[in-house]
């Protein structure tokens, strides 16, 4: 008895057939070793959702603050603003201080620098031009409604007629030639003197030591202060 000797068959392209219970991949499938470029890996694409994160240790820089400088700044603008209108000008008194002591304090914090130097000009600016102009309306009111002396003087060749103001109302009174009235009271600088006579008359009006009216006529001259000095 004779024994043959198997021998492996070859499929028509030379393989050696798998042996039984491997898997076949499919042709141009790749392999346990080797990925397609561009394909990430299961473990990385969980990640791949999150933004980029800064290293370790990394710190934003703090935002300066210019709360106080800023404040000074408009209190500046707004003093300087208000100091020219009359009496409106009296709140620079209070605004122009604040901007300085708000910038004063803006410059010790390291706050910015520069609103905070412009807040303390214009707020002392403000106060100083606020407490001139208010100095010379005091000064002007005070010349307008304080107490004035006004003197009324007439000449006429004969008897005449005078009326004049002695500050509230008129007052007339009968002359016999050249004659003068002193009168002292407080308000508003304002004066008239009329004169009427058969002849010729002069007559003048002299406010706080100033001669503020003349004039001159025959049978009547009439002398008016027609503004304020």
Request: net charge negative.
């Amino acid at each position: 008895m004779s024994h043959q000797s198997e021998t492996p068959s070859t499929n028509p392209q030379g393989n050696t057939p798998q042996s039984e219970g491997q898997t076949q991949q499919p042709a141009g499938q790749p392999g346990s070793y080797g990925r397609p470029y561009g394909q990430g890996t299961a473990h990385a694409s969980q990640y791949a959702g999150y933004p980029d994160q800064a290293g370790y240790g990394y710190q934003q820089a703090p935002k300066q603050k210019s709360g106080l400088a800023i404040t000074a700044l408009v209190l500046g603008i707004v003093a300087i603003g208000a100091s020219f209108i009359p009496f409106l000008g009296m709140v620079s008194f209070i605004l122009g201080p604040l901007a300085v002591i708000f910038g004063i304090i803006a410059l010790v914090k390291k706050q910015k620098k520069g609103f905070s130097i412009t807040g303390i000009v214009l707020g002392a600016l403000g106060a100083i031009i606020a407490g001139i102009i208010t100095a010379v309306m005091a000064v002007a009111i005070s010349s307008v409604t304080g107490e004035h002396t006004v003197q009324y003087k007439v000449t006429a060749d004969g008897p005449a007629t005078v009326v004049y103001t002695d500050g509230l109302d008129p007052v007339q009174e009968e002359i016999t030639g050249d004659w003068e009235q002193e009168i002292t009271f407080t308000g508003v600088p304002v004066g008239a003197l009329t004169v009427v006579s058969d002849g010729n008359v002069s007559c003048e009006i002299i406010m706080d030591g100033q001669s503020a009216a003349t004039n001159s006529g025959v049978g009547q001259a009439d002398c008016v202060i027609e503004e304020i000095q």
